[in-house]
């Protein structure tokens, strides 16, 4: 596998995790920013594809109105009726 440097500037307290989890787990700082990035990134591709669609349906009109959004959102956290 091929590999580069990069290169950042983190905050001293952000470090200072890095450091302790990576004794903790007995890796190297590399390979928790590397871990890190990673998962960042498998986020963020998997936020793309839902927000893409998200945008699909709304352009298909699958959407619901204010009224049906408002009217689930107060029933949140109240008991269901059977």
Do not use: N
Not at 18 to 46: F, M, N, P, T, Y
Not at 48 to 67: F, I, K, N, P, Q
């Amino acid at each position: 596998m091929q590999t580069r440097v990069l290169t950042a500037h983190v905050p001293a307290d952000l470090a200072k995790q890095v450091d302790l989890a990576a004794s903790r787990l007995e890796r190297s700082r590399g390979w928790i920013v590397q871990k890190a990035l990673s998962d960042w990134l498998a986020h963020e591709e998997l936020r793309r594809e839902m927000t893409l669609e998200a945008l699909a349906d709304v352009d298909a009109g699958r959407v619901s109105d204010h009224e049906t959004v408002r009217a689930w959102a107060e029933g949140l956290g109240k008991p269901k009726k059977r």
